[in-house]
């Protein structure tokens, strides 16, 4: 399985609590043996990873031609279905390649003459990742060729309809929310929640919600030996595996009203509307519950535009002021992606946890807000 850069350790955790013994873990991925009906499993339980890759084989090539007649050499009559549609995907960095796509026919042309020579006819193919998709991963002189058996990635978890202005990644409000110390018995408050993307993923994970009931088709579909009681025996797993939570309180709030009408669509796509409370209001009019143990994050603006840093550093300080004021026995979080403005915070974090989002270096800072007379000490972050 792969995943964006610092979410594997929250991808493992995932795949152990399926009942999996991880292989090796790194980076970008985790790595486990397991058959088409894992790959079923594991495409429709997991929120962090981003594809679940099936390992055909691995070789050495030095150039193109290396990779065209290794694959020549698969049966690939024997996976994909003469009357159906394949796509290809690359990883690859090799110095006689300057463009992945050369690579990508490379790949395609193996498998369309191999069809052909044993059949007498070949796959259509083309870009949309709808069908059967072959992935290959080449290395400098390293090869491996997979069935990518998700398609269109994982990440996405296919409830959020309308994105909002700069949403995070659902696999990544997942790995957030799974960082933090909630576990669903306490409120969880989510000031400047945008498009609702962590109170939407709270929710779902509260209740036991998994990706794959938002999504019906997977690249593993489209292969030869797939079975559709072999989906449909998952899809009734995670039905059945959903509960109901009178007691959760997860709480939402935006100044822009649109913002919060866009957070209630998605989360109606996803069946959580009714579980979290909206409010339209600033940040620091968002109402509390006065319960110990509760949980606040907040995912402010990074400021990525000329001058608008200076304009957030004053919003970052009310964040560390409010929190110091009013969130009193919570457990507070901020995540960022401007580790300078996160020094305007003005609290002494507890712990400061590793993200991406795109490629911007992303922490999420948490902070313990002492309900009695102990002070909040100010550091430097």
Excluded at 166 to 171: D, I, R, T, V
């Amino acid at each position: 399985m792969t995943c964006s850069n610092r979410l594997s350790i929250y991808l493992e955790q995932e795949i152990k609590n399926l009942g999996y013994t991880p292989v090796r873990t790194f980076k970008t991925g985790v790595e486990l043996f397991g058959n088409l009906q894992d790959c079923i499993r594991l495409n429709m339980n997991l929120r962090c990873a981003s594809q679940v890759l099936f390992s055909i084989k691995e070789f050495r090539a030095v150039n193109a031609d290396d990779v065209y007649n290794v694959l020549l050499d698969i049966a690939w009559e024997e996976i994909l279905p003469a009357d159906g549609y394949f796509s290809i995907s690359s990883n690859v960095s090799n110095e006689t390649i300057t463009n992945n796509l050369f690579a990508n026919v490379k790949v395609k042309d193996a498998i369309a003459d191999r069809c052909r020579e044993k059949t007498g006819s070949r796959p259509d193919s083309g870009a949309v990742l709808n069908g059967a998709v072959v992935h290959l991963y080449w290395k400098e002189e390293a090869a491996e060729i997979f069935l990518d058996t998700s398609g269109e990635t994982l990440s996405k978890h296919g409830y959020r309809k309308i994105p909002g202005k700069a949403p995070m990644l659902e696999s990544l409000a997942a790995a957030v929310v799974y960082a933090s110390v909630w576990k669903g018995e306490t409120p969880f408050i989510n000031p400047m929640c945008g498009s609702g993307t962590i109170a939407i993923e709270a929710a779902l994970i509260a209740t036991n919600r998994v990706p794959g009931l938002y999504r019906n088709n997977y690249s593993f579909m489209h292969v030869k030996g797939y079975d559709y009681s072999m989906y449909k025996k998952e899809l009734d797993a995670i039905e059945a595996q959903v509960v109901e939570r009178s007691n959760l309180i997860i709480t939402a709030s935006d100044i822009s009203e649109d913002a919060i009408n866009i957070s209630k669509i998605n989360a109606g796509m996803a069946g959580v509307e009714d579980m979290i409370t909206y409010e339209v209001c600033d940040f620091q009019e968002t109402v509390l519950p006065a319960q110990e143990g509760s949980v606040i994050m907040f995912n402010p603006e990074y400021g990525d535009r000329l001058g608008e840093e200076k304009e957030l550093e004053e919003t970052y300080a009310l964040l560390g002021d409010f929190m110091k004021k009013k969130c009193k026995g919570y457990t507070g979080y901020i995540f960022t992606g401007n580790l300078e403005l996160a020094k305007k915070i003005g609290l002494k974090p507890k712990r400061r946890i590793e993200f991406f989002t795109s490629k911007i270096d992303c922490r999420l800072f948490e902070y313990e807000l002492y309900a009695g007379t102990r002070d909040i000490r100010k550091s430097e972050v």
